[in-house]
């Protein structure tokens, strides 16, 4: 059973009407996907498996109406995945899994951090990210997604073959702590398989994070880093989310850049995030 417009890898994919437990609802043609039916603190294991089989695949969802307490975010993000935190990020005081994104103004900021997979300077990258709004701007202020198994299969062939065991070196950057996150940079696969699906998405992050490829000469490096940033963000490839009180949102690092947009002038808007540990990225 596959969804229209996917390429020949359809047949073994999930797709939304595989979903059995959970009500699943695709939000663009590939990418989002709206899951409803079920109250977070009271999923069974088996809802949970499809939730990670869901996000997996569509690259992120959106849980409506959920309103959580910060015990029952973080519980909930656990049943994903264990939980990790970034280094160099600053813990909630009362929460130290949480971490706050809080922005009280955005003008003298500039409009965004630009899109980017979170964490990547680590050995063994997040799976997921789960984030909920406690404080939303009445205007601006959505997070953008960008599906980054599309961007690999709108590679041509030639280039899919170029990538392969290509490596990019990832470094912290942009930390609130960058003294306390790691001082040494790591490489991982320009494209990785993802452990869930089998699919192949490129990994690649913002420039301050992302800017040199194994063995290449500086011009082709840049180049090459140059064109997939910017081809990693093609419209047809995301999804937006408009934030609603109690909306939770997950996300698959694995396949997805993101992006806050940070638009949202005078007005305050806090988010609590809570992060899963993953593997470290591999190439099949
Ligand atoms: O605040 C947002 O919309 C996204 C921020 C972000 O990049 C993150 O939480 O990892
Ligand atoms: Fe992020």
Request: no cysteine; aromatic share 8%.
């Given at each position: 059973m596959g969804i229209s417009?996917?390429?020949?890898?359809d047949g073994e994919r999930f797709s939304t009407?595989?979903?059995?437990l959970v009500l699943a609802e695709l939000m663009t043609g590939q990418t989002g996907v709206k899951i409803t039916g079920t109250a977070i603190p009271d999923m069974s294991d088996d809802e949970i498996v499809e939730v990670k089989g869901l996000i997996s695949e569509y690259c992120v969802a959106v849980l409506p109406n959920q309103p959580l307490t910060p015990e029952e975010h973080v519980a909930f993000a656990r049943r994903l995945d264990p939980i990790t935190f970034t280094p160099g990020e600053v813990p909630h005081?009362?929460?130290?899994?949480i971490n706050e994104v809080h922005l009280?103004?955005?003008?003298?900021?500039?409009?965004s951090n630009g899109f980017h997979t979170d964490t990547?300077?680590?050995?063994?990258?997040?799976s997921y990210t789960c984030l909920l709004p406690r404080k939303i701007s009445s205007h601006g202020g959505d997070t953008v997604f960008a599906n980054q198994y599309m961007a690999y299969e709108a590679l041509s062939p030639v280039m899919q073959r170029m990538l392969k065991g290509v490596r990019f070196k990832h470094n912290a950057a942009?930390?609130?702590?960058?003294?306390?996150?790691?001082q040494e940079p790591v490489w991982h696969p320009a494209v990785r398989t993802h452990p869930i699906t089998g699919r192949k998405a490129i990994y690649i992050t913002q420039p301050s994070r992302c800017n040199e490829v194994e063995g290449m000469r500086p011009k082709e490096s840049a180049n090459l880093l140059e064109f997939l940033y910017a081809h990693c963000q093609?419209?047809?490839a995301m999804y937006r989310h408009r934030w609603q009180p109690n909306d939770v949102v997950i996300w698959d690092n694995r396949c997805t850049l993101h992006a806050g947009v940070?638009?949202?002038?005078?007005e305050e808007r806090l988010m609590h995030r809570v992060m899963c540990q993953g593997e470290a990225p591999y190439e099949t």
């Open positions: 417009g996917s390429d020949a890898a009407s595989d979903a059995r005081p009362q929460w130290p899994d009280p103004s955005t003008s003298t900021l500039p409009p990547s300077f680590v050995e063994r990258t997040p942009q930390l609130k702590r960058l003294d306390e996150a790691p093609h419209v047809y940070f638009d949202h002038g005078d």
